[in-house]
């Protein structure tokens, strides 16, 4: 069984049909690129996987569990992470600072204003330990904004691991990076992928190809292919429509 499916997804804005059948699936450990020309819906497709866009159509599972419609918040509590296209960090602050407001055991202890973000040793620790995935460790107590570019993706993914996922969508990591933050970037996920199941949309070609397991390309607001890269780059006719970069 897989570990998350989606099937027969539909969304539209107003009259604007966005995904008329998206459907895929994918398993526990396995690292699922999602490609697709600029406004095929790849977003809008992971706004509905995570609860961010209700759909009007199809059906959501995670773990067996039909998680379609769910608001944002109880699908995270899944342990469902995602990260967005833009940046997202509170940049005044130091590094560790967004990994433990992240936690999930510090947002449930709630907001109470006597009490200090670095107070509870054991949530700093855990934080660090998280830092420590992404190789930000020896940062945390810099200020988020001192990071570079690359950093700061870093420091995103490490907020979206920081619930512990058992699946993290990542919405195109490598943008705004240059050729040597994107291999740094490549590393960091190829050891992420031991312990996490990783889906990405990605425009990136030669960094997907070469990271991920399967790929569902997403154009016309459907899935037009679901295959591994080696497949996909023999695949004339998809190459054409919508790989852009392999034809
Ligand atoms: N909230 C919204 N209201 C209306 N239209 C929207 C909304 N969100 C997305 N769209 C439209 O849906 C289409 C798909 O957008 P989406 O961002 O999902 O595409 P994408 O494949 O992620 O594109 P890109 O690769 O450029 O990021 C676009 O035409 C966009 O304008």
């Known amino acids: 069984m897989a570990l998350f499916e989606a099937t027969h997804i539909q969304k539209r804005f107003g009259a604007r049909v966005v995904l008329e059948n998206v459907s895929l699936s994918v ?36 773990d067996g569990q039909d998680i379609t419609g769910l608001k944002p918040h109880r699908i995270a509590r899944l342990r469902v992470s995602r990260s967005f296209q833009i940046m997202n960090l509170f940049d005044d602050t130091v590094v560790i600072e967004n990994v433990i407001l992240a936690l999930p055991r510090f947002r449930a202890m709630g907001f109470h204003p006597g009490r200090g973000v670095f107070d509870d040793t054991d949530l700093v620790a855990e934080a660090l330990s998280v830092l420590a995935e992404v190789d930000l460790d020896a940062h945390a107590w810099d200020k988020a904004q001192s990071l570079s570019y690359g950093q700061r993706r870093a420091l995103e993914i490490a907020v979206a691991l920081a619930a512990r996922p058992r699946i993290v969508f990542l919405d195109e990591p490598t943008s705004g990076l240059g050729a040597e933050a994107t291999r740094a970037l490549a590393e960091l996920i190829r050891r992420l992928r031991q312990r996490y199941t990783i889906v990405m949309i990605e425009h990136d070609m030669a960094f997907l190809f070469d990271l991920v397991d399967r790929i569902s390309v997403i154009h016309w607001g459907q899935v037009i292919a679901h295959d591994t890269p080696a497949a996909l780059k023999a695949n004339k006719w998809v190459a054409r429509s919508a790989l852009g970069e392999l034809a």
């Open 27 to 62: 398993e526990a450990g396995e690292v699922h690129g999602i490609m697709g020309p600029n406004g095929a819906g790849k977003t809008t497709c992971f706004n509905v996987l995570t609860g961010h866009y209700a759909p009007d159509g199809g059906r959501i599972t995670f």
